[in-house]
């Protein structure tokens, strides 16, 4: 059963750093182009970074610097480091999959003062 288990959200002050984890299951992980998006509620879903099974990673204009995508293809697991934090990185996070439906439950930052 494909899965996807966010953690390492939580209450940070601006220009603090964290690092989510996403434990992937049900999948070829291995094989799988992974993504990180962000949503804050009342707004759609926005995606947010994307690591490719080769290494190559890419990343959305307001991340791009501070936030950092990487994989232990070993353990089935796809983390970012955020660092930086600004207010406006406050949301739920989730990762998946790219292109497929399944999404996890998210992981909640909140950067405030």
């Known amino acids: 059963q494909l899965q996807f288990v966010e953690s390492g959200g939580g209450l940070v002050q601006p220009v603090w750093s964290l690092r989510l984890s996403c434990a992937a299951s049900?999948?070829?992980?291995?094989?799988?182009?992974m993504t990180w998006h962000r949503q804050v509620p009342g707004q759609a879903r926005e995606w947010g970074a994307t690591?490719?099974?080769?290494?190559?990673?890419f990343y959305y204009d307001s991340v791009k610097g501070r936030f950092t995508i990487s994989r232990n293809d070993a353990n089935g697991t796809l983390y970012l480091q955020m660092n930086s934090l600004k207010p406006e990185d406050t949301a739920m996070y989730y990762c998946?999959?790219?292109?497929?439906?399944?999404w996890g439950q998210g992981t909640q930052v909140t950067v405030s003062s």
């Open positions: 690591m490719f099974p080769g290494g190559a990673t």
């Open positions: 049900g999948i070829s992980f291995d094989e799988a182009i």
């Open positions: 998946k999959e790219a292109g497929s439906p399944t």
